[in-house]
């Protein structure tokens, strides 16, 4: 009998070795966690009432930058200026920024050896036009807002 208790004793006081773990440092754990998200890419893009019934995260993406492109274009093409100062053009980069209070900026692009373009009077006229557009949900990385930007071609001519 009391070889059987002293097993029973060495068996029940050697297994809490099990359960003496080592608590993980808090900053090494966050270190490792920073590590592993891709700070470059969100989890969600941006998107508009339009496009979040869409389940597809592609879909709703290509819903959006569809949705947004033709919105411009239809802004920039109904009694625009653009027409009249510069008929050779016919589709202008514009640079789209979500800022994660949902307000949107517009900031048109050119080739760097662009010097025929007013840059000024094109960047008022898109500010001009650029007005009442849908509200937009802002992109989100882990469930939280961030800024999102993106190069978006918009057709002025359509024939």
């Not at 989890?43 to 919105?71: G, H, M, N, V, W």
């Amino acid at each position: 009998m009391k070889k059987v208790l002293t097993l029973f004793l060495v068996a029940f006081f050697g297994s809490c070795q099990y359960f003496e773990k080592q608590v993980p440092n808090e900053k090494e754990l966050l270190e490792q966690e920073l590590k592993k998200v891709d700070w470059n890419k969100v989890d969600e893009y941006p998107s508009i009432s339009t496009c979040d019934s869409l389940t597809d995260p592609e879909l709703r993406k290509q819903c959006f930058f569809e949705y947004l492109s033709a919105t411009i274009q239809q802004k920039l093409n109904v009694d625009t200026p653009f027409n009249k100062l510069y008929p050779e053009i016919d589709t202008i980069e514009v640079k789209v920024t979500v800022l994660p209070d949902a307000t949107m900026e517009f900031e048109p692009q050119f080739p760097q050896d662009s010097v025929t373009y007013d840059k000024v009077k094109i960047d008022s006229i898109l500010h001009a036009r650029l007005v009442d557009l849908p509200k937009v949900n802002p992109g989100s990385k882990r469930g939280i807002p961030v800024k999102t930007q993106f190069i978006l071609p918009v057709i002025l001519k359509v024939e």
